[in-house]
DNA sequence: CATGAATGAGGCTTCATTCAT
DNA sequence: CATGAATGAAGCCTCATTCAT
């Protein structure tokens, strides 16, 4: 009885998009199904030929970004095996993913109570190994000599705080760019490990032209 | 789950206590009143006694704790003006009240989008206030050449990220004790700043005896 | 779960078969088409390429059965006059149908409050219907002093209750064969009646053509 | 902000009946609870002052009659022993609560699919008990010599089932008066255990000292 | 003939809040 | 000061049904 133009995986994908945005900004209890279906252009009920649940859209929203993050760290540093080298490719992934998706992050820092106990564990599971990347940087790094830092576990859970605070108030087209936000933040994760971030290489090949 | 003996204040109180644990626990939106209430031994209804509404409720848990740390931090600073000194003594306050006001904290950093237009512009002036002072602290030491921090303004908001997440992952009587904790991350801070902690200050008198 | 090689009259055949047996297990209002759907392993608005509405089906569901006990008892009536052997015939067809039939036979007893008022009054009247004969054939035995049965209005209601009955617990399998259990409900309704059964017409042919 | 006069215990009362109602008339699943709540004249959600879930109403309303026909007749056969008398007991007991309480019965036989499973398990235990109530009884007069019934088991459940049809058409104020009912009731169960009513015990004392 | 997509209606339930007691 | 009773608003979700493909 509506638009003839219903695709299917569009809908899904705008779906995600319209919960993200809502959630973000109601948080998830407070945001509708009523909402983000008006955001999509269709009526609450029909929500369910894409989604199981409302909490199950949460999941699901709440699985991607760690997820993500994990292979892309794990591709990047497939030949990698120096900490100084690893810490910026790590620093790099997560701003990049933080700075492109800082809403979906926002709703991974806020939103996990809202999951069932099921796919709490999943999802903390999941953060956890995310988290033992970065330590493992670390202790690899202060056993190479390069990082000062004792109580390493500390260390990272407050550096990932530092490098995950900029999903609280960046906003695409402020006063720094994101190559320079990813610089700084670089830059800062260096200094808090009392190392020396080799100049040639604090941009490390992103895309590199050159 | 107070005895019947109901002392208006000590109600007043225990409601904002239970408030901000079942806040903490569902989010504001989610947290009942009726559980709220439960934890105190009343009914939900009885609230209504101490307080005017939820929101309203929401609001005054989150004015005190930005209040006070401002209020606590211009105390101690009265006489001080070296930003080194007042650096070391912005991250003690933080800290203090981040570690033993976890979720009030938590809450504060969740639940401003749950505050009418007015509250929320209240709270986000004080939490700006607030970050001024940091700000200045780092421009001050900059401008005296113990700083280095290009984009003060940005790392004070990355700063203040660190010295915060915290509260998402403390808990007391972990591995490691609040004073180290307060220590660690004054540390951490100072590296931040490329700066050195002057060694004998590393812990300034906090109630000192002596 | 049929197999895609549908063929019209098997998938209606098979729809009618699943929406007894989901019916019977939820009642009407809780089935759902959806459920009824998947047990013939096709989607719910395929089903409407068979039936006009779910009110219908019910319709026709509960339409059948009444239906054939009552041309089946005529049928086998045809040529019997004498009361006795009336009854006999009665309850075993009665019996036959309520074993095999169980669930078709609940949900007659069951749902006829979920038809449509025209339907409710279609179906009601070949109760009725049926349970007319069972009546005469009691005021006839009575008129020929066979059977004793002062207010055979409600000796019928009540014998066709404990002849319905055995819908409610029976199971094919069960300690007692079906044959049995059509003796011995004969039984009980002569000895209702306080009448003789005969020893020698105790199991009236069934399929036998003399 | 309604009516001064609300009475809990009352609108208690109130909920039950009209819950007996309305599910008598559409069945557990098609009763909406704001029918029920018209009934008794208030909204819906005022309802669950008194409820704890619409199952938990239907479990409470399915509960008390088997367990008041149990105690009635446990306590009115505390002194009897004859088999004959225990019948005529059990008869007049249940055919008592059939009459008055058609509508509690009907559901009572209709909804035990609807529970909980743990309600469903309480409730199949309740009948199964009072079912043996009356296997017991036919068991006990089979041995004294007095009843004539194969298959004890099977009978207990027809009578159950010719002592209940009642409930589907009992219409007080009709042509039969609810003593002739328990009268021809009592008849129609003798003689189904081929057994004599001793004519002066055919009416047993009902509230009758001597 | 089958289905994916959509939807209005409606279900149960929770909630914050009010009011009379 | 506390509460039982009540309620409008709203939430998530299921359903029967329709329609275009």
Redesign the pocket.
């Known amino acids: 009885?509506?638009a003839?133009n219903?695709n299917?995986e569009e809908?899904e994908k705008a779906i995600r998009e319209a919960a993200v945005k809502v959630i973000a900004k109601h948080g998830f209890q407070a945001?509708?199904?009523?909402e983000i279906a008006k955001e999509v252009g269709?009526?609450?009920?029909?929500l369910?030929?894409y989604i199981k649940?409302?909490?199950k859209l949460l999941y699901d929203l709440l699985k991607v970004p760690v997820s993500e993050m994990i292979s892309e760290y794990e591709m990047k540093t497939r030949d990698v095996t120096d900490p100084v080298a690893r810490l910026q490719i790590f620093v790099q992934v997560h701003l990049d993913f933080h700075l492109n998706h800082r809403l979906e992050v926002f709703i991974g820092n806020m939103e996990l109570r809202s999951l069932s106990s099921a796919h709490y564990r999943t999802i903390t599971a999941l953060r956890e190994e995310y988290a033992t990347l970065l330590n493992k940087i670390i202790d690899d790094g202060v056993k190479a000599g390069v990082f000062h830092a004792p109580h390493s576990r500390v260390i990272t859970l407050v550096m990932l705080g530092m490098l995950s605070g900029v999903c609280n108030w960046y906003q695409p087209g402020g006063a720094m760019s994101a190559d320079e936000m990813m610089k700084l933040h670089t830059d800062l994760a260096f200094r808090m490990l009392a190392a020396k971030l080799p100049a040639e290489a604090a941009k490390p090949a992103r895309r590199r032209a050159a």
């Open positions: 009885m509506r003839a219903s299917g809908t945001a509708s199904l009523r269709i009526r609450a009920p029909s369910y030929n649940s409302k909490e």
